[in-house]
Every structure is written in C-alpha cells, then in structure tokens.
C-alpha cells in the first residue's frame, strides 16, 4: 500500500504535464515506476485508502484468462470495466472489425489464448506456460504477451498492461508484469490486484510455491479531473494493514478457471479501507 501511495506522491509532486490525444486531457505523467507484492506472505496489495472493488478486478482477470472478447461475458462474470471501451469509443464504434454490441475485437485475453499464425491457426499461449510449469520446465520463454501490434486496429483498445513473464526458481514461481501505460487512481488499483492474483492462481494450479511479483510500470499518469482528488483526499488518508486473498483450493486446474470458477471462488479477509472516491474515467 505504501509503495502505491509513494507513487502517486511522486506523479503529483514532480509529474510532467502530457497531452493525451486519445482521450483528448491532459496527465501528470511520470517513466517508470517498480512495484513488488509478497504473494508469498499473502500481503494483498489492496488500496486502503479508498474502498476498492477487488471483486471487479480479479473478475476481469479471469475473462483475460477464458480469452472473452464481449463486455457481455465480462459483466456476467462480474465486472463492467469494458463496457465504455467496447460501446463509447467512437472510433471503434465505426470500426469494420467491429462485430456489434458489447464486442471489444482481438484484444487482451483473445491474443493469450488464440494467437493468430501468419500460417493458419493459433497459438494457446497460456496452456503452454501451464504445462511447463506443472512439469517443473522454465524455458526462459515462459510469455503470456497480449501486445500484437498487427492486430491493433481490429480490437477496442491496445493492451496496457500487455506482458507477464513467468520464472521457476526450484519450487518456487516468480512473475514479471510489464505495463506500458496506466491511469494510477483507476487503473493501478486493478492492475496490482490482477498480478498479485495471477502469479497466486497459476502456482496452485501448477503446484508451485508463489514468490514475489513484479511490476513494472513505464508511463504512469494522473489525469487533470483526477489531481484534485488524489492530491486533497487520498493522499490524506492514512493507510490501513494490508488485507490477505483467500482462492478456494478446488481450483487445481486450468480446466477450472475456464469452466466453473466464480467471483465466490475468493475472499479477502481483513480488509479496512476509506470512503469511496469517484476518480472520473477516461475513454
């Protein structure tokens, strides 16, 4: 929690103003920002100083996981976070990629579990890393990448967080989690969740013993609607102990996140946080 809230000091504190053409506001904008998580010691990095949904977050990340490329699917699992990407982006709604209502395009999830080859048929990035990693095999490769720049024009949005790097040290999983771009008083939020969760799922689905995760940030930013608040209200606040992430030890397969796994599946226990805050969402 400390190191998120240091963060967004520092955006406020010495951030650059940046014009940002696609959703035409400006940011404070700070390059390259590292975060750790103890998945190990189970310290859920959940921000304290806001009530945060986490529900949302991890419901997102296991869309990611079943390849979903319909907002639809994600708010049935239990999340709306691509409703204004797949419906309210202009430029996609006049996309030709664009198969209708609630569709995002190949963005995400669709480029970790079906990779397009140049020579027919697809690549199933995920199952790869899975069965290595239940076999004890670290290839150095272990890669689940969403960025294909090929691609970008048939999907909604391009990923941000866009590459997860798994390592097998013995016994032991690490994960590596590189972000290009992220809104730190929305985004930040999710996204330490979902690596947190991610490394913790795939070592008990594999086997293995979670370590420590990763993640590296490049261009990390505070919207011009948003300063206000963080600098005024957040920042203010003083932040509680960290939460712990409980997964329902049934889950033992990559079967199971794909077929029955609900939101139900998790619990967060000690959780103490602040009153909401309503950052403003950029399109």
Partial sequence: MQQYLELCKRIIEQ?????????????????????????????FPLVTTRKSYWKAAIAELIGYLRGYSSAKDFREIGTKSWDANANENKVWLHNPYRKGEDDMGRVYGVQGRSWQKPDGGTIDQLR??????????????????????????????????????????????????????????????????????????????????????????????????????MR???????????????????????EDIESWVTMDDFEVTGYQHHEPIAYPFSV
């Fill in 128 to 229: 790869k890393i899975v069965d290595d990693l239940s076999a004890g095999i670290d290839d150095r490769g272990e890669i689940l990448t969403f960025y294909n720049p090929g691609e970008f024009h048939m999907g909604c949005l391009r990923p941000c967080m866009h590459t997860h790097t798994f390592s097998l040290l013995g016994d032991t999983l690490f994960l590596t989690s590189n972000q290009r771009s992220c809104d730190v008083p929305l985004g930040q939020n999710f996204n330490q969740i979902q690596v947190f969760t991610f490394l913790s799922l795939m070592a008990q689905i594999t086997g293995k013993k979670p370590g420590m995760a990763y993640h590296k940030i490049v261009n990390a930013h505070i919207y011009e609607d948003q300063v206000e608040l």
């Fill in 232 to 254: 005024d209200i957040q920042l203010k606040r003083t932040p509680y102990a960290s939460p712990q992430l409980n997964i329902n030890p049934d889950i033992k397969t990559l």
């Fill in 15 to 43: 951030g650059e103003w940046v014009e940002n053409t696609r959703t035409g506001k400006k940011c404070l904008t700070v390059i390259n920002a590292d975060l750790t998580y103890n998945v190990a010691a189970n310290e």
